[in-house]
T-cell receptor, first 113, second 112 residues
Framework: DADVTQTPRNRITKTGKRIMLECSQT?????MYWYRQDPGLGLRLIYY???????NKGEISDGYSVSRQAQAKFSLSLESAIPNQTALYFC????????????FGPGTRLTVL | EDQVTQSPEALRLQEGESSSLNCSYT??????LFWYRQDPGKGPEFLFT???AGEEKEKERLKATLTKKESFLHITAPKPEDSATYLC?????????????FGTGTRLKVLA
């Protein structure tokens, strides 16, 4: 079984709808991240969490919110989706020690019409 | 401003044709540089971490090197299965902790 899972894998929605993307991990890592990937822009950090009570904004948090329900679960919500939020979304985890590699989920392809 | 730049944006090689990918960075006090491989429709997969200038790491046909300004990913005698996007990333300090900045990647295509 994969260490980092994301649901759904694909989603098509309409402008104004609320969407939740979910991430679960079995690696036992405290640190979790949400990124979006757009062609030509690379991976950009939306939110990150270093434990259940610690949530921080990344460089592009506007229009997004997150919830860390447990050490293993980190959800990303789009309260009112808009077309420019169409992208590939990745969840990642890392070991709590500094400067360790990240482990990524398989991604969610989100299309907002 | 902390920045990570990768070049070339795309690279096409014949099978067996060796080449190098570049990752240049401008960060104050490098704390590590990470290389990832990303296949289409999948999440990035960790390849290497380099922590100090002069360090080198190898894995099969891949060799990563690091200087004070840039890192190279050398691909020796590539095979079609090496086709992927290669990403580099560096951690930067922020608000008493750190986060990662990623380059935009190099899309490698190896032709049989």
């Amino acid at each position: 079984d994969a260490d980092v899972t994301q649901t759904p894998r694909n989603r098509i929605t309409k402008t104004g709808k609320r969407i939740m993307l979910e991430c679960s991990q079995t690696k036992g890592h405290d640190r979790m991240y949400w990124y979006r990937q757009d062609p030509g822009l690379g991976l950009r950090l939306i939110y990150y969490s270093f434990d259940v009570k610690d949530i921080n904004k990344g460089e592009i948090s506007d229009g997004y919110s997150v919830s860390r329900q447990a050490q293993a679960k980190f959800s990303l919500s789009l309260e009112s989706a808009i077309p420019n939020q169409t992208a590939l979304y990745f969840c990642a985890t890392s070991d709590p020690d500094y400067y360790n590699e990240q482990f990524f989920g398989p991604g969610t392809r989100l299309t907002v019409l | 401003e902390d920045q990570v730049t990768q070049s070339p944006e795309a690279l096409r090689l014949q099978e067996g044709e060796s080449s190098s990918l570049n990752c240049s960075y401008t960060v104050s006090g490098l704390r590590g540089l990470f290389w990832y491989r990303q296949d289409p429709g999948k999440g990035p997969e960790f390849l290497f971490t380099l922590y100090s200038a002069g360090e080198e790491k190898e894995k099969e046909r891949l060799k990563a090197t690091l200087t004070k300004k840039e890192s190279f990913l050398h691909i020796t005698a590539p095979k079609p299965e090496d086709s992927a996007t290669y990403l580099c990333a560096v951690p930067i300090p922020t608000s008493g902790t750190y986060k990662y900045i990623f380059g935009t990647g190099t899309r490698l295509k190896v032709l049989a």
